[in-house]
């Protein structure tokens, strides 16, 4: 076998394995009859996107699954894919223009797509290429893109059934608008930032009442030309005299009604609200429910229209909110103006405000939306963490209509058109419904001299939200066969963020059960059968990671530095299941220094001898000789079986930092601080040597197994050069045994552990800790000269006296000695009795006897103004019960810590 270096170099390693799994197709997704299959969708990153620490953790965890579903016989496909992200992209290339002075206007539409193109042929697949770099195992050969060809007939086909069926409609409605990309977003694009601004006092005049006020608050003084009412709530007897009255609007001057409605909060400001149905979304849904007509006063650009009055038409939105104010207070309209924050939506990707606007824009009424309840209530969809399974069902029951259009030129241009000389914007239901006027279908008018075609694009989840599918060929029957479509549909696993629980997860359950195998069992046309939400990834501060605050690093860059292995190790290790993940450094470089431990473990198993046959389980448990093991052999036998029965648990339940944790916690602990150092003496002798490396090579074999999926480059390098595979395979062939299979192994081969001698090593163990513990509390950790004394019974010297050599090389102590009582020296109380630490014959007793005194002078200290904290009336009158009570468990704390300095000067002399 090749040699385990001294120091193991990541890059190499991970280059080398890579192309490696690459040239022999280990990645591939096949129909294998007879094999389970499992299968995971990627979520496509945008085709803009670089690698960012959210993506390392949601495509960490989609590898462990793969990677874990292949070494448990599965057949697997992980299917890769960019997202055309319709505005993001737009933008990007746009930005790019404007470096020339140009924008996509002097192209046109056709050669600014014909731009677009070659911007993502260029730059499209950066991110597929980092995840590669991340060891994400993909069936690249299957890569998907939202607008290749196949997909894209897909999804307009998908638009043209819809509104044949009358789910998809034209309509004048509320949406968020970019004042700068000119098109509507959905709420996913929009970020909600804390603004500072002014709030305005304004009063509205009772017609025929001169004097009489109806006074409301607003953060838009110059949206009032478009008031249409003031609204009271129907109880509010401040009001019940005055609705069905009429007040004069300040700007724009005209009578507007006083009207009631439910929807008003009594409790805010003066429990009015000005009603401007056009430029506010609870606005336009009272408007609707009163039959108020609109009054848009803003451009698309949101600059102020003639409607708006001669003082404001023409101003940018925010002089027009000065000026506005400036004319309310010339007119004694304004009652005051005072300093306020509130949250303000942004465009994501423009930067600037968005504007609630009234718009035509085609709307898809959701389909599915009973069985999509019932799909996750009943349990045909398990949510992990269980929890979004209620915000996903309240969002369900308090569904609206979703608006589909977007006014871009990038995506899926809506597959309708209209008759030469229509006005879209007159259009009624009926001229949408004459054939004659509006035509739908795939294929396009068979005149399209006489048609426009509509300007719109399809909303960019409106092509995702087919993803689990029409990756896999759907609709076509032969693409779906070639696909393996049959076999793999339902996916088994979605892993996502909560924050698109709306935007993509529910949408994929009702796309699913719409159109995939119709009048078939739900859970056939169901999209995948779990759904694993990740947490957010955020700073020591709380904050979200983002490129615009600058306190993310580069996962290229942490990579470089400690290894993918590391990184993936480290960020898991910090995930629990479905919590936010404060990020630290030092994790992922706990991680690469885990992998170094697995390097040198290995490497030192690889020193002291040959290895026999190691290619399969069987064979290494043949050469085991069950006579010859000893308590350890026993007890890391023992928790080999407890640690893979966790792992099992872990992912029957998706606690991946759970089973991290697992997994260091026995391999750094129990085997490598406990049962090789115990193993140094055996090795040193022929008639138990054998056995012990038997051992060593069956605990690191099914390690390298559990471990291979959360650090595969160095786990398939140490698999090949131990040789544990067959040659010509990768550890991805290997089988891995679950703990029932590991054990039923062990039974058949007379391999039963001795749960008796696992207790009492067990016992060692934890009095060889405790005896480190008091060596590490007086900064002794690393002297190998302390002697310590103990106070026990006969039965527990025995079992000490017997593994003495062992415990006092485990401890690093120059003696253990039984005693009959011992004055004044630092103690722990053990299962095998009461250790103490000689410090007089170990340490330089002057030096110790002043870092107490300093100590014992620091600690009376805080006892004192501990003391006088709770001899103050002020402070007890005035505290919580819990303050108080927290005061008093600090002074018996610091007041114990004295008596335990006191006594330890003492036992200095």
């Known amino acids: 076998m090749p040699e385990i270096t001294k120091s193991y170099e990541p890059r190499e390693v991970e280059k080398k394995w890579y192309a490696a799994w690459l040239g022999a197709k280990v990645f591939a997704g096949t129909v294998q009859p007879g094999r389970e299959a499992y299968s995971i969708v990627i979520p496509p990153p945008n085709v803009t996107g670089v690698l960012t620490m959210g993506h390392v953790l949601n495509n960490t965890i989609q590898d462990i699954l793969i990677r874990r579903a292949r070494l448990e016989g599965k057949s697997t496909l992980w299917l890769p894919g960019t997202d055309h992200a319709g505005i993001a992209t737009q933008t990007v290339v746009e930005r790019e223009l404007r470096k020339t002075k140009q924008t996509r206007h002097d192209y046109g539409r056709e050669r600014f797509v014909e731009k677009v193109w070659a911007w993502r042929e260029e730059k499209g697949g950066i991110i597929l290429e980092q995840l590669r770099r991340l060891g994400a195992s993909c069936d690249w050969d299957r890569t998907v893109f939202t607008m290749d060809p196949a997909y894209s007939k897909a999804v307009l086909g998908v638009f043209v059934e819809l509104y044949g069926k009358g789910h998809i409609y034209r309509g004048k409605r509320m949406v968020n608008w970019c004042p700068s990309s000119l098109t509507a977003l959905s709420d996913e694009e929009v970020e909600m930032r804390p603004t500072k601004g002014l709030l305005y006092q304004v009063r509205y005049e009772v017609v025929g009442q001169p004097g009489t006020f109806i006074e409301v608050k607003t953060t838009r003084p110059e949206t009032i030309p478009g008031d249409v009412a003031i609204a009271v709530h129907p109880e509010d007897p401040r009001y019940a005299a005055l609705v069905g009255q009429k007040v004069w609007r300040p700007l724009n001057r005209m009578q507007i009604p006083i009207i009631a409605d439910a929807a008003v909060d009594r409790e805010f400001g003066s429990g009015a609200l000005k009603i401007t149905p056009a430029h506010d979304k609870v606005d336009f849904e009272i408007g609707q429910r009163h039959k108020l007509v609109p009054i848009d006063v803003l451009t698309p650009e949101a600059k102020l229209n003639d409607l708006a009055g001669p003082e404001l038409a023409g101003l940018d939105r925010f002089a027009g909110r000065k000026k506005a104010a400036e004319l309310l207070k010339e007119s004694g309209a304004l009652v005051k103006e005072e300093p306020y924050e509130n949250s303000v939506g942004y465009s994501e990707r423009a930067g600037v405000p968005i504007e609630p606007r009234l718009t035509w824009q085609w709307w898809l009424k959701y389909p599915k939306i009973a069985e999509a309840k019932t799909a996750v209530r009943d349990g045909h969809i398990k949510f992990y963490p269980e929890r979004w399974s209620k915000v996903y069902l309240h969002w369900l029951e308090n569904i609206q209509d979703w608006c589909i259009s977007r006014q871009v030129w990038w995506g899926h241009r809506i597959p309708v058109w209209y008759a030469k000389g229509l006005d879209k914007e007159t259009l009624t239901e009926a001229d949408i419904a004459d054939p004659k006027k509006v035509h739908v279908s795939l294929a396009g008018p068979a005149d399209p001299q006489n048609w426009v075609q509509e300007d719109d694009v399809l909303d960019t989840w409106f092509s995702s939200w087919l993803w689990p599918f029409a990756t896999m060929g759907w609709p076509d029957a032969a693409a779906q066969k070639s696909a393996g479509f049959d076999y793999f549909y339902p996916t088994s696993t979605l892993v996502t963020g909560p924050d698109i629980i709306f935007f993509w997860v529910a949408r994929m359950i009702m796309a699913g059960l719409e159109f995939v195998r119709p009048g078939e069992p739900m859970e056939r046309r169901i999209p995948f059968r779990n759904v694993y939400f990740t947490g957010i990834i955020r700073d020591q501060q709380g904050r979200k990671m983002s490129k615009s605050l600058g306190n993310s690093p580069d996962p290229l860059d942490l990579i470089d530095t400690y290894g993918a292995d590391g990184l993936r190790f480290g960020i898991i290790s910090i995930a629990p299941q479905g919590q936010d993940i404060r990020f630290q450094e030092d994790r992922i470089e706990s991680g690469k220094n885990f992998c170094n431990k697995l390097w040198n473990a290995c490497r030192f198993r690889q020193m002291n001898g040959e290895a026999g046959d190691n290619s399969t389980l069987v064979g290494i448990m043949g050469r085991l000789e069950a006579a010859k093991f000893d308590g350890d052999d026993h007890a890391i036998l023992d928790r080999l079986l407890a640690t893979t029965r966790e792992v099992d648990r872990c992912f029957a339940e998706f606690e991946f930092s759970a089973a ?162 011992v004055d004044g020296a630092p103690a722990a109380v053990t299962t095998l009795g009461t250790l103490y630490l000689d410090l007089a014959s170990t340490v330089d007793a002057g030096a110790e006897k002043i870092r107490l005194s300093k100590e014992l002078e620091a600690i009376t200290k805080h006892i004192a103004g501990t003391e006088a904290r709770l001899a103050n009336q002020a402070f007890t009158s005035k505290a919580p019960p819990a303050v108080l009570e927290g005061a008093r468990k600090q002074l018996a704390d610091q007041q114990a810590k004295r008596a335990e300095l006191e006594r330890l000067l003492k036992s200095l002399g």
């Open 660 to 821: 991290v944790q697992a997994l260091y916690g026995f391999f750094w602990n129990d085997f490598c601080d406990w049962y090789v150092e115990v193993s140094k003496s055996k090795l040193l002798a022929p008639d138990t040597k054998t056995n012990c490396l038997a051992i060593q090579d069956l605990v690191l074999r099914q390690t390298l197994l559990l471990l291979h999926p959360f650090i595969p480059f160095i786990t398939e390098e140490l698999w090949s050069l131990l040789g544990y595979g067959v040659p010509g395979t990768f550890i991805e062939h290997a089988h891995l045994d679950n703990a029932s299979q590991l054990a039923t192994a062990s039974n058949l081969r007379g391999l039963v552990l001795d749960h008796a001698q696992v207790a009492a090593v067990a016992n060692l163990k934890a009095f060889v800790s405790q005896a480190r513990a008091l060596k590490a509390e007086h900064n002794l950790a690393s002297r190998r000269d302390v002697k310590f004394s103990i106070i026990t019974g006969d039965r527990e010297w025995a079992i000490l006296a017997g593994n003495l050599a062992k415990i006092t090389r485990m401890a690093g102590a120059a003696e253990l000695t039984r005693q009959e009582k």
